[in-house]
Structures are given as structure tokens and as C-alpha cells.
T-cell receptor
């Protein structure tokens, strides 16, 4: 089955700096890669996603890049703000077979004011 | 729309007890899933359903049963609770294939087994 590895497990940055979180996946048939943000005690919420026919996607301060050859994808947050502090999860899913997400283990991002 | 709802929010069980975690969605979503979240391990798939009457196992199905008699509801049953099942449980739904549409998560149920 699919295996998703996520690094780093914790990340501390100064407000205004950029943050990068990286994930690798094992199943070459995976074609959908969402990123979720989870604040303490809350449910995961989708912040951005990318499909395998696209190499990069951007939404304001957030961007995701995908390298299908190397089987890795990354989340980039620019101009970080204290409200970006949360746990971020990457995930992967394939079009056929098990139609659910396999998650990475999460990255706790702390933005220092 | 209420979205995805889960009950109860919190539950404490003794080892060996059984219970059902409820999940409902009012968005007419075909796909529903159950995940458990443990510290440092992300979310792991327990069971999922691609439509009423159809369920399948995820990564960690042992000790759990599901059924999907209606589009709206997807209950998760713990047959004989064990301390290893202490976790936060999330239900999720999506309109179509996960690879094609956003998954919406419920607020979660925090379960403690003593």
C-alpha cells in the first residue's frame, strides 16, 4: 500500500520568514496530493491540493510543488504569520483501488512573533 | 448545511465495553471514511465506504466494524474496547472519488479506554 513520509516533524520560524514542509510517497499510481492544516483541538481542513498533471500550484502565500519522478511534493508558506501556527499534514490518494487518503505523520509549525 | 457531524464529542469506556460512534453528513456525499489520529502518527484509515451498502477495510480495521445502510450515515462500532483504541476519531466525506474532490472532516470524537 501507499506510504507517505513527512519532514520535518517540528518547524519553528520567525514571523515573515518562509516555511517549507516536504513529503515523499511510495505508490507511483498516486495522483492527488492535498495538504491539511489542523489547529489544536480542531478538525483537519484542506488548504491546498495538487494533482499529478500539474507541477506547481499557488494560492496567495501558499504553494505546493510536485515532482512525480522523484515521488515527492512540498508545501511552501511565505511571509509566515502567527496564525499559520498549526500542525500540517500531507496526504496522497490514487484514482483507483482504495479511495481514501494516506496521511503523513504531520509537521508542527510554530511561527514566532 | 450542518456538513459532517459526529457524536459523541467525548467518551470514556472500560476495557471490553462496546459502543458506536455516529457520523452523518447532509451533503449527499458518496464517499465516507473513518480515521483515527494518534500523537505523532497522523491520521490512519480504519474503514471507508464508496456508497450505500458498500464498505471496505483501511489500514487499521481490526477491532472495528462499519455499515452503510444510507447515504447519510456511517457509524463505527467498537466491538470490545481496548486501551490501544484510545484515540481521536474523525469521520470524513467527499462528493466523489477522493482523488477528485475535497474531503470534509467532522469535528472528531475523543475516546479514552481505561
Amino acid at each position: 500500500g501507499e506510504n507517505v513520509e513527512q519532514h520535518p516533524s517540528t518547524l519553528s520560524v520567525q514571523e515573515g520568514d518562509s516555511a517549507v514542509i516536504k513529503c515523499t510517497y511510495s505508490d507511483s499510481a498516486s495522483n492527488y496530493f492535498p495538504w491539511y492544516k489542523q489547529e489544536l483541538g480542531k478538525r483537519p481542513q484542506l488548504i491546498i491540493d495538487i494533482r499529478s498533471n500539474v507541477g506547481e500550484k499557488k494560492d496567495q502565500r501558499i504553494a505546493v510543488t510536485l515532482n512525480k519522478t522523484a515521488k515527492h511534493f512540498s508545501l511552501h508558506i511565505t511571509e509566515t504569520q502567527p496564525e499559520d501556527s498549526a500542525v500540517y499534514f500531507c496526504a496522497a490518494s490514487r484514482r483507483t483501488g482504495r479511495r481514501a487518503l494516506t496521511f503523513g505523520s504531520g509537521t508542527r509549525l510554530q511561527v514566532q512573533p | 448545511n450542518a456538513g459532517v457531524t459526529q457524536t459523541p464529542k467525548f467518551q470514556v469506556l472500560k476495557t471490553g465495553q462496546s459502543m458506536t460512534l455516529q457520523c452523518a453528513q447532509d451533503m449527499n456525499h458518496e464517499y465516507m471514511s473513518w480515521y483515527r489520529q494518534d500523537p505523532g502518527m497522523g491520521l490512519r484509515l480504519i474503514h471507508y465506504s464508496v456508497g450505500a451498502g458498500i464498505t471496505d477495510q483501511g489500514e487499521v480495521p481490526n477491532g472495528y466494524n462499519v455499515s452503510r445502510s444510507t447515504t447519510e450515515d456511517f457509524p463505527l462500532r467498537l466491538l470490545s474496547a481496548a486501551p490501544s483504541q484510545t484515540s481521536v476519531y474523525f469521520c470524513a466525506s467527499s462528493y466523489s472519488k477522493v482523488s477528485e474532490s475535497e474531503q470534509y472532516f467532522g469535528p472528531g470524537t475523543r475516546l479514552t479506554v481505561t
